[in-house]
C-alpha cells in the first residue's frame, strides 16, 4: 500500500479509502444489498491487513448503522491512532428548520450522534454531504469550525459541490479565520467524468477522495457478470442505466486491457482514478474487492493505454446529489433522507 498526505492536513492516509456505504443493517435504510455485521468486520479486518488505513462512512449509510459496524470494528481491530475516519452529516430537515434549529446547533447535533454511533471520541474527517441551500454557508462553516476547536472533528471535508461553492466556502472560512475544507469527495470515475473540481484542487492542495469509484460495480464487472449490488441498487441504477450504451464501450475497453496485464477489471479501472485524485472511495462487500483495489497502486498503465480508455468518452448530464445541488431543488429529500428508501 502507498501512503499520502490528505490535501493541507496533517492526515497520512493510504491511497485507497475504504467505503463504509455497503456496511449496515440491510432492513434499517436505503439499501436491501448491505451487508451484516459479521461479514462487515471480516472486510473491515482484512482491508487493515492489506494496509487501507482510510474509511469513510456517514451518518446517513442505513440509518448509522454503517458507522456503528465500523466503529465497532476498528476498535477491536486497530489502534484509534493509526487509522483515519471520515463520516458526513446530512442537511437540516424540514422539521429542524421550522423549529428554528440552527446550522450550528445542527452540526453539534449530527456530530454528536455519529460519535456515540462511532464509539470514538473524535473523527478524523468531518464531511458536509450536500450543500444545504436553505442554511446560510456561514452557518455551516462556523458550526463546523467549533467541532474542529472542541477537538470533536480534527479536519472538515466537503461533497458533491461545485467548485465556485468550495472557492467561495474556503474564501470565507479564510476571512473569518474558520477551518478551510481540506478534501472534496465528488462522483468521479472513467465513465462519469464530469469533474470541474481538478484544477482548484491542485491550486489549493485540496484532497480529491472520489466516490462511485467503480461506477456501483459496473467498471469491474465483465460483460454478462452480475452481482446483488447491481441488480437492487436502484439509485445507481438511475445514475448510469440512460447512458449504458455509451459507457459499454469504455467498460469493453477495461476488460480488454485487463486480460493484457492479466489482472482485474478492478485494477485497471482504478489504476487510471490513482492518476488523477488523492484516494478514491471504494466500498467492499467481497474480499475480492479490498484485494482488487489495493493491488491497483501497483499497476502502472502507460500512457497510450490511458489514452485508450480516455477516447470514447461523451460527456455526461448530472445525476444524482450533484442533479440536485440547485436552490429549487433544496427543498427535496435526498435518498440519504428517505428513511426506508430502495
Request: with cysteine; net charge negative.
Amino acid at each position: 500500500m502507498e501512503y499520502t498526505k490528505l490535501g493541507n492536513s496533517g492526515l497520512t492516509v493510504s491511497r485507497i479509502c475504504m467505503g463504509c456505504m455497503g456496511f449496515g443493517d440491510a432492513s434499517n435504510g436505503q439499501h436491501s444489498w448491505t451487508l451484516d455485521e459479521e461479514h462487515s468486520r471480516e472486510i473491515i479486518r482484512h482491508g487493515l491487513e492489506l494496509g487501507v488505513n482510510f474509511f469513510d462512512t456517514a451518518i446517513g449509510y442505513q440509518n448509522g448503522t454503517s458507522e456503528q459496524y465500523l466503529g465497532r470494528a476498528l476498535r477491536d481491530f486497530a489502534s484509534r491512532d493509526k487509522v483515519v475516519v471520515a463520516t458526513k452529516f446530512l442537511p437540516r430537515t424540514n422539521e429542524e428548520i421550522q423549529a428554528g434549529v440552527s446550522g450550528q446547533q445542527h452540526i453539534e447535533q449530527m456530530l454528536n450522534q455519529s460519535l456515540k454511533n462511532l464509539g470514538m471520541d473524535y473523527v478524523d474527517l468531518y464531511i458536509y454531504h450536500m450543500w444545504d441551500h436553505r442554511t446560510p454557508i456561514y452557518d455551516i462553516l462556523d458550526g463546523l469550525n467549533r467541532m474542529v476547536q472542541a477537538g470533536k472533528a480534527r479536519y472538515i471535508g466537503i461533497s458533491n459541490c461545485f467548485a465556485y461553492q468550495l472557492a467561495k466556502a474556503n474564501a470565507l472560512a479564510e476571512k473569518e479565520g474558520f477551518a478551510k475544507f481540506v478534501s472534496v469527495q465528488s462522483h468521479y470515475n472513467l465513465i462519469f467524468r464530469e469533474e470541474e473540481r481538478a484544477k482548484l484542487c491542485a491550486e489549493d492542495n485540496i484532497a480529491m477522495t472520489p466516490y462511485s469509484s467503480l461506477a456501483g460495480g459496473r467498471l469491474s464487472k465483465h460483460p454478462g457478470e452480475t452481482s446483488k449490488r447491481l441488480e437492487e441498487d436502484d439509485y445507481a441504477r438511475l445514475k448510469y442505466d440512460a447512458t449504458a450504451e455509451q459507457d459499454n464501450v469504455i467498460i469493453h475497453r477495461v476488460a480488454e486491457l485487463a486480460k493484457k496485464h492479466g489482472v482485474s477489471m478492478t485494477e485497471v479501472s482504478l489504476a487510471w482514478l490513482l492518476t488523477k485524485v488523492t484516494a478514491p472511495v471504494v466500498g467492499a462487500t467481497k474480499f475480492s474487492h479490498i484485494e482488487g483495489a489495493a493491488k491497483a497502486v501497483e499497476l502502472k498503465l502507460s500512457q497510450e493505454e490511458t489514452a485508450y480508455l480516455e477516447e470514447p468518452y461523451v460527456p455526461h448530464r448530472l445525476v444524482g446529489v450533484m442533479a440536485q445541488n440547485t436552490p429549487s431543488a433544496s427543498g427535496e429529500q435526498h435518498v440519504w433522507t428517505r428513511a426506508g428508501s430502495r
